[in-house]
């Protein structure tokens, strides 16, 4: 897995959230001070601060997480 700050998730990327696995879909950068929001199809969201770390699984690379 590899940790990059949570303000860096894009569409596409999979996200580790409370040991659940999400495809992030969509990811919504307003302007202003508001935070960038990413999400699933299954209506999982999440805000995407500079402080936060995300866990994400390299690309093709089966984690313990994988089903």
Do not use: F, K, N, Q
Request: hydrophobic share 40%; no cysteine; charged share 20%.
């Amino acid at each position: 897995m590899t940790t990059i700050p949570a303000d860096e998730v894009h569409a596409g990327d999979v996200v580790v959230y409370r040991g659940e696995l999400h495809h992030v879909t969509r990811v919504d950068r307003g302007g202003g001070w508001a935070w960038p929001v990413a999400y699933d199809d299954a209506g999982w969201a999440m805000a995407l601060g500079h402080d936060l770390v995300v866990l994400r699984p390299p690309p093709g690379e089966p984690t313990e997480l994988s089903a």
